[in-house]
């Protein structure tokens, strides 16, 4: 835990939180800033208000380039009410200009944001964990919990033992083991249930209704989702406060990619970046993709499938903010597109040999999209595209496992190298054969 020394807490006691109330998504009803998600009234979404009307004197790109080095330095746009945040160091990953996987595609100026490095669990989710856990302090929860597809559990399990707080959370039991391995070594309580995430998700809500525990996606989730707009704080920041033509990122409850939006439109709300059209683009895996097949059939509704599909971290078969998503690609005119778990482990290979960069199934899905919609001429090659990139290889090796090639295995001898360096070209001209045939 971050301890907030005096003279930090005096220089920034002014700027109190802009956060104002809860509202609803679709009817507009305003409730306090409690852990609450579903409008009484309505059963919508709630969502963070803010007044950002401070800040557009009070909050200068300069004033944000001096603050932590962490999604911390734009706490005056996310829902904590004091300075005693939780700060693991989690953001300001890289933006990287790629250079070869650009090249491969066509495309002239390509960015990849690197969330795969994100600190401390590896994936994007430590930025909505971050958020959540913080607040739950605030309200005085001391349990903290989650229903996950394995990253969540990650960073919730990790973040909630820094702060010192008890965890209790919840995975389906098919998880990958660098999944399930990554949540133990916290020692959390981890229950591994029989069933599907959107099992596991009913199960936590009635969980939540009968302890009072903070679960940072559902009684907390207004304040985990607001996490994600980091993504797109980052990314104008990185660019050198502009916005991008293009975004392609993941789809699983489609949080994260109506979140990105809304960070967009805040930088723009408070005059930080100049407004531009920037086009929205999904990525879903073929074998659970709800949100994609809505965009294809022109529907402004979810039909909730049964997941079955290598890219764990985004099967979510009843996503809570698929038409949101749909709606941000509708008027963005961007795509939501699906491969299958084929493209999936190409598109890990791919960014992998072309950038250095080892991502999960939820990344090969999403630069498997990004190929296939350069393809098919939905991504022009001038447009400044950035393609995020939400967790690490390392975590779900299972998916790779087979596709890889294995290493020449050696005597310590000079002569046993040089046989093998000789096999090792054999074998690469018998696949640039194949390549020709
Ligand atoms: C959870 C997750 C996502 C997408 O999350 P949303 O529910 O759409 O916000 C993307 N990538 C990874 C690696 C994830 O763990
Ligand atoms: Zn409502």
New binding site residues.
């Given amino acids: 835990m971050t301890q907030v020394s005096t003279a930090q807490a005096a220089s920034t006691a002014q700027l109190a939180s802009t956060a104002k109330a809860l509202k609803c998504k679709e009817c507009g009803a305003e409730y306090e800033l409690k852990a609450q998600h579903v409008c009484e009234l309505c059963f919508g979404p709630l969502e963070v208000k803010y007044d950002f009307s401070s800040l557009r004197f009070s909050v200068t790109r300069e004033s944000i380039q001096a603050g932590p080095n962490s999604i911390w330095r734009y706490r005056q746009f996310l829902p904590v009410a004091t300075d005693n945040y939780i700060d693991v160091g989690t953001g300001m990953t890289p933006l990287v200009r790629s250079q070869r996987l650009a090249r491969r595609l066509g495309l002239k100026k390509l960015y990849i944001k690197n969330?795969a490095v994100n600190m401390p669990t590896l994936?994007?989710?430590d930025r909505?964990v971050s958020v959540a856990l913080s607040r739950a302090r605030e309200l005085g929860f001391t349990t903290v919990s989650c229903a996950s597809?394995?990253?969540?559990a990650n960073s919730t399990a990790a973040i909630a033992a820094h702060a010192g707080l008890d965890c209790c959370v919840f995975i389906p039991s098919d998880l990958e083991a660098g999944k399930v391995l990554g949540s133990l070594i916290y020692s959390p309580t981890l229950m591994a249930v029989h069933g599907n995430y959107d099992q596991v998700n009913r199960l936590c809500s009635e969980v939540a209704n009968t302890h009072g525990w903070g679960f940072v996606?559902i009684n907390l989730r207004p304040y985990y989702?607001e996490g994600?707009k980091t993504l797109g704080y980052e990314v104008a920041e990185q660019l050198g406060w502009e916005l991008p033509d293009h975004i392609v990122?993941?789809?699983?409850?489609?949080?994260?990619?109506t979140?990105i939006y809304k960070g967009f439109k805040e930088f723009v709300e408070v005059g930080l970046v100049e407004d531009k059209k920037v086009r929205f683009s999904g990525a879903q895996a073929e074998g659970c993709s709800p949100i994609a097949e809505a965009f294809r059939e022109k529907r402004d509704f979810i039909k909730p499938v049964k997941p079955n599909t290598i890219a764990k971290?985004?099967a979510?078969g009843n996503?809570?903010?698929g038409v949101y998503?749909v709606d941000i690609a509708n008027k963005t005119n961007g795509n939501i597109e699906s491969v299958t778990d084929a493209e999936i482990i190409e598109g890990i290979k791919l960014l992998a040999e072309t950038e250095g960069i080892f991502t999960?199934?939820?990344?090969g899905t999403?630069v498997a999209v990004l190929k296939k919609l350069v393809e098919a001429g939905k991504i022009d090659p001038d447009e400044t595209t950035v393609v995020?990139i939400?967790?690490n290889g390392l975590k779900t090796q299972e998916a790779v496992q087979g596709y890889i090639g294995e290493p020449f295995t050696i005597e310590a001898k000079l002569d046993s190298f040089e046989q093998a360096l000789e096999r090792s070209r054999t074998l690469d001209r018998l696949e640039w054969q194949q390549v020709l045939v």
Avoid: C, H
């Fill in positions: 969330d994936s994007f989710k909505v597809t394995g990253n969540l996606n989702s994600s990122a993941p789809l699983a409850s489609g949080s994260l990619f979140k971290s985004i979510i996503p809570a903010d998503a999960e199934t939820a990344g999403t995020y939400t967790g």
